[in-house]
């Protein structure tokens, strides 16, 4: 096998060294009645071509661009991603290393990961950004632990236009803690409706997605004063759909204390939803709460310019049971590949690329409402919105899977209040044609 | 870490098993860690205070100091109510390394019951009780 | 004298992204618009964020020029106790990357997705028969989040017999995550000392385990690098308190095909698909944390589980006592895919993998015994702990002993880790390194030891050889500096 180096003389030599006679002598700690008594039931080993022609045969069978055309976001985005990012990705040097325990040997994580936090900090519009979490909803779900902590209050409310995806692992992680999680209802905009929210001196934090689950653009700066109305109360904006901040306001300038979400559009393939991106930001007064690893600016013995990794005493490996979360091994690498995504775009770049998306997403909302479709939210969106098709769609949808197009996703099985609402999605690379003929099959 | 004759261990204040020192200003106790705990913990970087108006026991947790890799709690020697923290720690924790008696102070409280303080050890008590 | 791997070299400096480039460029070929442009109302729009506007070249050099300050696996050897930094193989790259998969979106109608069903349903098969365990959820994304599915899963059984027990056993030689994946789940963690011969002692467990413990959290091998040799019994002595047993897998580098879970009394298990199957951990990973468990513990798996029904394999949600989700959709599916991909190309070679990293740990414990002190003398598992006790009269620690090593042109070893032993080396080989890498390593360090008792400064001073020497870790902490 090429990835053991041994030779039978190695293998000899070192028995021998060892003092003992066969591989098998090297395991006597295991006591008899624990040992294995079948051998393993694998499948015999592939060569490299053996395995390239049965890995290749299986990804054909999932349907991706160019052969079909897909019309679903809903977390999970369809964005170009630069060459450049592929390729520097693929620098062994970063995927190939630990965690920078070793600071010294690990400068060139450690500066990638600290421009990460920079440039998230400057895209969310907080002071301060950890090195990644592990996706969107898991971002979620510490953001309110930790305003928990923080307030010592054991109420979250939640908007039902968070992610359901998200909502569902908020509910697991809070099952054995005992806080209860409130959820606030959706208004005929589409929008988290929040009139009924009282007692807010009672809530450690109200947490709300923009762009919504529906696409809708919520209105933060009026959510947020009602919010701060109890000077203790933390506002947390999550996100699936980070390169909206291109365009829009960014969570901080609207009062956010938290922003949390998925930054999986940030240069990272879909990868059947993961590795995502768990990206964290947060102000600057809350940052010895904040889970996750931090990297921080420093000084050599010589007094160069170097980082480690810092604020330490938050951890699992030493407050241990009080540690801020039990997160080790986080997303490191798809961080590192959203700085440089974020590096490319640059500033210029990020604003035309957002604008791109909400054109695009404008152009088929449009193009739908003109024949005859109902959009029944009149509220702004980024990429992606909202349409209710006629009572037997389900056939039309089966039958335009069957001509290589996916029309968005059904609303239904998360919000039975909604029957025959779809969620349809349009990034930058959506062609035109693409959208002309979905409208056409959808009327035909 | 430094031998026991290295450290400073003033005569005007008291000593708890828990490393605290106390030092009564008229009606106030003030409270601070030890030169030996300071020294035992390496570099502060980080102190955690109550705020002003909390009250505590004798004994009961009210804070944390936290070096790089280590986080110590911080017990009352004697309880009662917060009435100052300082507030220099926070922008400036090596204070408590390096004037642990003085400029790294922690706490001013008002005392809940004056005989608590007879618990407290004396320079030579504490010494004893160090070389254990 | 054979001529060391570690030098010094041609090291460029680069700034940050942000004092580079010029305003109006960009490194991104953006397309064309064909649709009629739709402005967004005024009211919505901010200014964007502040990002520095860089040609693709600034943005290739700059990072090109960062990954020749890093140090990885395929750098040199990377001997990271209980991290397993096994050689990470090409090929499961290149399959990850296939369009296939990695375009794929995660809410396909399941009849579009049947590929990467198939990966993930036969991924389960192959770590159930190695584990021993019939039943895995690949959805926790790391070593951590298995654990917290694990505790997660403890709970809901519990809960299932109308029990809230609030506390949970944890070996001094555990993993150090394990005390916090245990308190987000409300279990108080009850230290267990290990015995002198470095392992779990069952009267130990037995004066402890009681009717409010959930259970107890086991690594095994554990963090010494030893067996735990009398697992059956302490497994017995929980499940008849009614706890359960859940084993932190990060070690099973060293028993696969040697040893079945399930027969040890193991209820839950978690895997690091970063450390065992050979998935790279990308300089903080992304990781992949599968937790396997017995038929008991089954119903309570997170959902979606992956079901083979007639020819076809399915997502389904129905299972009515499943804990939810703790990933947003499947998990980390790009690890996962390099995983399967790593065991069908190693097939039942897996256990030879066992036997050569214990091989490994076993030729470096014997061969660097009469330098270091050897806390616990018997024959270890994957990976050997030794300590800086006979170094320490020449006024020099574990921490110069590593920073030493690294001029070297190795990575340490875990450092003072576990806990259990003041001043710890611990050393994990794994099985992708030669006899050769370890003789050069062996070599090093004998040097080092010798320079320890000529030049103490040399390790004091260390590392000489890198990008940055020692950082002012006090500075970074007091003055948090996290963004720039």
Redesign the interface.
Known sequence: MRYLPHTQEDIADMLKTIGVDSLNDLFTTIPEDCRRKTDLKLPKAKTEWELNHHMSGLAAQMAVCPDYTVFIGAGSYDHYIPEVVKQLLSRSEFYTAYTPYQPEMSQGTLQAIYEYQTLTTRLLGLDVANASMYDGASSLAEALLMSIRITRRKKVAISRLIHPLYRQVVRTYFAPTGFEVVELPVSDSGQTDMTGLEDMETFACVAVQSPNYFGCIENLAAFEEKIHSDSKTLFIVSFTEPLAYGVLKNPGSLGADIACGEGQSLGIPRSFGGPGLGMFAAKKGYM?NMPGRLVGQTLDIEGKRGFVLTL??REQH??RE?ATSNICSNQGLCATAAAMYMATLGGTGIRKLAALNHDKAAYLQGLLKNAGFEIPFDTPVFNEFVVKFPKDFKKTYTNLLSKKIVPGLSLTPDYPEFPDHYLLCATETMDKADMDLLVKEVTS | MKELSELNFPDDVMYSDDHEWTKMENDEAVIGISDYAQDQLG?I??V?LPQVGETFEKGAEFGTV??????SELFLPVGGEIIAVNDALEDT??LVNNEPYTGGWMLRIKLSDKSELDQLMNKSAYLESLKG | MKEGVGTTGLILNEPFLWEKGKKGRMGFSLPNNDVPSSPLVAELLGEGPDFPDLSEVDVVRHYTRLSTWNFGVDSGMYPLGSCTMKYNPKTNERQASLPGLAQAHPLLPTELAQGALKIMFDLQEHLAEITGLPAVSLQPAAGAQGELTGMLLFYAFHMMNKERRTKILIPDTAHGTNPASAALCGFRSVPVASNAQGVLAPDDVEALMDEDTAGIMVTNPNTLGLFEEHIKQISEIVHTKGGLVYADGANMNAVMGMVNMADLGVDVLHLNLHKTFSTPHGGGGPGSGPVCVTKKLEPFLPVPRVMHVKNRYELSYDFPESIGKVHAFYGNFGIQIRAYSYILSMGDQLKTASQLAVLNANYLKESLRDIFHLPYDKPCMHECVFTDKHQQAFKVSTLDIAKRLIDYGFHPPTIYFPLVVQGALMMEPTETESKENLDDFIEALRQIVQEAKDNPELLLQAPIKTKVRRLD??MA??KPCLAG
């Open positions: 010895r330490s005493t030493i407050r009080k | 570099d970087v980080f955690e936290e070096s790089v890799k280590a986080v924790p090596e | 870790e006090t902490a007091r």
